[in-house]
C-alpha cells in the first residue's frame, strides 16, 4: 500500500475521522445505512462498510474467521484511500458491531490469523465496539460458536487494548433488557440469550442488551459506555445505531479516537518523524 502524506500530525484535535464499520454476526452491509447516515450527519469525513454479507457469516463456522477478516481487510484499505483524500491520511476510526469488534481486534494482530499477517494496527486511530462479546466463558450455543471462530483468537493474538495508547479501545453496551425465566416475553428469552453467551453467570436479573450480558462486553483496558435502552440488532426499535444512542457514544468515540492521535502525534514530534505509528512497521496485506 502507497504510504500518504499524513498532514493530520499537525492539528490531530481538529481532524474528522473517516470511519470504517464492520458488521456483526449475520447482517448485511445494507442494514447500517442509516447508522452510515448519521455518523456523517455527526461529522464523519466519510464512512464506508465492510462488504460481509450474511452467507460470510453462516460459512465461518466451518471455514474459520480467516476469510471474513480479509474481506474486512480490503474494506480497511479502501478507506485508507478515503482518508487520505477526506481526513489528511489520519488512521481510520473503527466501529465494530457485534461480532465485528472481534474483527476489529483481529486485523491489528502481527500474528498470521489463519495464515494471513493483517499487521493493521499503523492505520486504525481507534476501535469503538458496540455491544461486541468480548468475554465469553462457559457458554453454548451462539456464545460458544462465536468463541471459537473468533474471541479466543483474538485473546490469544491482541488481548484486551492491547495496542493502547496508539489505539484508543472503546467498548458499548446496554443494560435495556434484564433477564429472568420467569419474566415476560422478552426476558425470558434474553436469560437464555445471556446463557448462552456466560452460562451459569447468567443470573436472573442480569442486565445487558437483548442478547450481549454487560458483563461480556467488556474489554481489558478499554473505556466503557453503558446505555440504557440499547437493542442489540440493527432495526426493530431503539439498537446502538439510532439516533438517540449514537447522540450518546459518538462524542466519545472522537474523544478516544483524537486522544490515540495526539498520542502518535507527540510521538512522532519527540522522534522527529513525519510519521506517526505503532512500534513496527506493519504492513496491511
Request: proline share 6%; net charge positive.
Amino acid at each position: 500500500m502507497t504510504r500518504n502524506s499524513e498532514g493530520w500530525l499537525s492539528h490531530p484535535a481538529s481532524i474528522r475521522p473517516t470511519v470504517l464499520i464492520l458488521g456483526g454476526f449475520l447482517t448485511a452491509p445494507p442494514m447500517y445505512r442509516p447508522l452510515v447516515r448519521r455518523l456523517k450527519d455527526r461529522g464523519a469525513a466519510g464512512v464506508m462498510v465492510a462488504s460481509v454479507w450474511t452467507p460470510d457469516w453462516l460459512l465461518a463456522g466451518a471455514r474459520g474467521i480467516g476469510p471474513i477478516c480479509t474481506r474486512s481487510a480490503k474494506a480497511l484499505r479502501a478507506a485508507v484511500r478515503l482518508s487520505a483524500e477526506l481526513s489528511e491520511g489520519a488512521p481510520l476510526l473503527v466501529i465494530g458491531h457485534s461480532a465485528g469488534g472481534i474483527t476489529a481486534r483481529l486485523l491489528t494482530s502481527e500474528e498470521p490469523v489463519q495464515g494471513r499477517r493483517f499487521g493493521a494496527a499503523r492505520w486504525i486511530g481507534a476501535i469503538v465496539t458496540l455491544g461486541t462479546p468480548h468475554r465469553l466463558a462457559g457458554g453454548a450455543g451462539i456464545g460458544s460458536r462465536i468463541r471459537d471462530v473468533a474471541a479466543a483468537r483474538a485473546d490469544a493474538l491482541v488481548p484486551g487494548a492491547f495496542f493502547a495508547p496508539e489505539i484508543g479501545y472503546l467498548t458499548v453496551t446496554s443494560r435495556a433488557i434484564r433477564g429472568d425465566p420467569n419474566g415476560i416475553g422478552r426476558e425470558r428469552v434474553a436469560h437464555l440469550l445471556y446463557r448462552s453467551v456466560i452460562g451459569r453467570a447468567a443470573m436472573p436479573g442480569t442486565e445487558g442488551d437483548g442478547l450481549v450480558p454487560v458483563v461480556a462486553a467488556g474489554l481489558d483496558g478499554a473505556r466503557q459506555i453503558v446505555l440504557d435502552d440499547a437493542a442489540h440488532g440493527v432495526g426493530g426499535g431503539t439498537w446502538y445505531g439510532s439516533a438517540d444512542a449514537v447522540d450518546l457514544w459518538w462524542p466519545i468515540a472522537l474523544e478516544t479516537w483524537r486522544a490515540a492521535l495526539e498520542r502518535r502525534a507527540d510521538a512522532a514530534q519527540a522522534a522527529g518523524r513525519t510519521t506517526a505509528a505503532p512500534t513496527q512497521d506493519h504492513r496491511l496485506v
